[in-house]
């Protein structure tokens, strides 16, 4: 019986691939090129450059840009360029780490939630409207004051306060799902509760996390940005984008390269997820 | 509209309450001995035992947290290790300062988005409106304390137009003092605001009384102003909460790198010098601002729109 409904597509309308199925609009392809440049730079930076990012050189600190140096060097003298391409290394992990943990942890508290209903929801809806009244940077940073500054501190923190928004976007999409036939027709054909929402729940809502989290990508690498800068984040000497930023203030007139690049990296790094997002909404929820 | 408050109110509890349990749990996310991290080389046996007496982490956790409820309704928000006071007179004594910053960066923000909100909602489709969300797109990937240093090099160091940080003591001088520290949240705050406006617009000119509007012999500008755009204000505003909870995140780095003495700056300062209950005070009363700012607009919404009274 179960066989049946798996070898039965017409009882799983509307799932869609959500792979690359962006052909066709030229931002689309900038944002994949884009990415594709970040994600290439951060994987081969051992092999690209020759430079180590974190051994300094203080005969050769704030040097100006050189064909040797080509963003020039900050004031350990370590060579910016490297820092910069190492550092997309630790931003990518800033935006994809904390993210997928807070899909995940989501995805299941709020596909539970919302096919169960009772109880479990309301207690869901209740923690929902609670983390809703605090402001998420001030919830992330009097966590990571309470655990103590670093980045497996500063991921806990980011999940711990998290996990809530996805739940409630997945929780609202599960919820007006499990009244479709399939769902009902598939309960009816004796499937199990975990079945249903493994098999024919997640894969219709997950599309709506996936373009939710895009947009979380970009707030968790801003935000990972700046708690690096505040301190409470990635540590020196880790080359990281928001810790470069902070680490460059003081030199901002000698060599404001130091602040200019990373600044200029982040925004990069957000425009790409921001229009993969923008073209992904509009691929997968047209109108939506 | 007694009725309809009573009713907010009463929804309003369980949340409070919740803020409550978050904000007493988080001193127990400390590692080890919150006593003996507070004290730090302090820490001797008698000195523990007294904070934890202090404290009151030596009784079970259920009379701790009705204890830590029966001090909020007294105003005792705890102790501060660094100032050795009251955490709660120093915490509004600097709250001035962030609302100040949090009203003046929503007025830039409010004074370029609206326009540029309607403009493209108006244009949809043609170049200008391709442009706005061009720099929308732009201005959300744009790293707040990124765009907060460069403006300080610019207008503070190199042209000198505006004091490199503080807050100053008149009206004028707050407003020369905060004015980029108002715009370094604008500029995050406007992308948010020319979104909403643009499709709230949009949704309002798709509507029959608009329509009806035109078709009594309105002129343009008259339907436009009367309205769609008050119209759509009204439901941009009515996010006015979501949007204290981002002008507060942004108050806390802006006000950092501008080291102006707002309440974000003494989070981040209390949160290098482990001041727990300093830090678990001031989440407390961000909280408690976001459900009171929430409370007020709905208020406010409740009164100019009278369907929301009978939802």
């Known amino acids: ?288 | 509209m007694g009725r309809y408050l009573v009713r907010r109110l009463l929804l309003l509890m369980p949340v409070a309450l919740g803020i409550t349990i978050v904000t007493f749990f988080l001193l127990r996310l400390i590692p080890g001995d919150p006593a003996v991290i507070m004290l730090d080389n302090r820490a001797t046996a008698e000195n523990v035992a007294r904070l934890r007496h202090s404290l009151g982490l030596d009784r079970p956790l259920f009379v701790q947290y009705l204890l830590f409820l029966k001090n909020i309704a007294t105003g005792r928000l705890g102790e501060s290790l660094i100032y050795r006071t009251q955490v709660l007179p120093i915490i509004l004594g600097r709250l001035p300062v962030t609302l100040f910053l949090a009203v003046y960066s929503t007025v830039l923000a409010a004074l370029v988005a609206v326009p540029l909100g309607a403009w493209a909602a108006l244009r949809k489709g043609r170049a200008s409106d391709q442009a706005i969300r061009l720099g929308v797109l732009f201005s959300l990937a744009t790293p707040n304390y990124w765009a907060a240093i460069v403006l300080l090099l610019v207008f503070s160091i190199e042209l000198r137009w505006f004091p490199v940080g503080g807050y100053g003591t008149t009206f004028g001088d707050h407003l020369r003092h905060l004015f980029l520290p108002a715009l370094t949240i604008a500029l995050s705050l406007t992308p948010i605001l020319v979104r909403t406006l643009r499709h709230n617009i949009l949704e309002v000119l798709r509507t029959d009384y608009v329509r009806t509007a035109h078709a009594k012999g309105l002129e343009a500008a008259r339907v436009f102003t009367r309205h769609v755009l008050r119209n759509s204000l009204i439901s941009t505003v009515s996010v006015l909460g979501v949007h204290l909870g981002f002008l507060v995140g942004g108050a806390v780095i802006t006000e950092t790198v501008y080291a102006i003495p707002g309440t974000g700056f003494l989070l981040i300062k209390s949160t290098f010098a482990r001041d727990y209950p300093m830090v678990q005070g001031l989440t407390l009363m961000f909280a408690s601002l976001v459900i009171l700012v929430n409370l007020l607009t709905d208020m406010t919404y409740a009164v100019l729109d009278p369907r929301v009274r009978y939802d």
Do not use: C
């Open chain 1, 1 to 288: 019986m179960i066989d049946e409904i798996r070898a039965a597509p017409a009882l799983r309308p509307g799932r869609r691939g959500f792979g690359i199925r962006l052909h066709g609009s030229a931002t689309a392809w900038i944002a994949v090129a884009m990415l594709g440049i970040t994600v290439f730079a951060a994987a081969s930076a051992p092999v690209l450059i020759h430079y180590d990012p974190t051994k300094t050189d203080l005969a050769n600190s704030l040097q100006p840009p050189s064909a040797a140096h080509w963003l020039g060097t900050d004031n350990f003298g370590r060579d910016i360029f490297t820092r910069l391409v190492y550092g997309a290394r630790v931003d990518l992990q800033i935006g994809t780490i904390p993210t997928a943990a807070t899909f995940l942890v989501g995805l299941v508290i709020g596909s539970v939630a919302g096919y169960y209903g009772g109880v479990v929801d309301g207690t869901l809806m209740r923690i929902v409207d609670v983390s809703m009244a605090f402001p998420f940077y001030v919830l992330v940073i009097a966590i990571v004051a309470m655990l103590g500054p670093g980045l497996t501190n500063m991921y806990a923190a980011m999940i711990l306060a998290g996990w809530v928004s996805y739940a409630r976007v997945i929780r609202g999409e599960v919820l007006a799902a499990r009244t479709h036939e399939y769902v009902l027709g598939a309960r009816a054909l004796g499937a199990s509760d975990f079945r249903v929402i493994r098999r024919h729940l997640l894969p219709n809502v997950v599309t709506v996390g996936i373009i939710f989290a895009m947009s979380d990508a970009v707030l968790n690498i801003l935000l990972g940005g700046a708690l690096s800068f505040l301190g409470l984040g990635v540590q020196p000497p880790t080359p990281e984008w928001g810790l470069m930023i902070s680490e460059g203030r003081d030199f901002l007139l000698t060599s404001p390269a130091m602040v200019l690049f990373p600044g200029l990296a982040l925004l990069w790094v957000g425009v790409t997820f921001n229009l993969l997002g923008d073209r992904l909404t509009d691929r997968l929820r047209p109108g939506g």
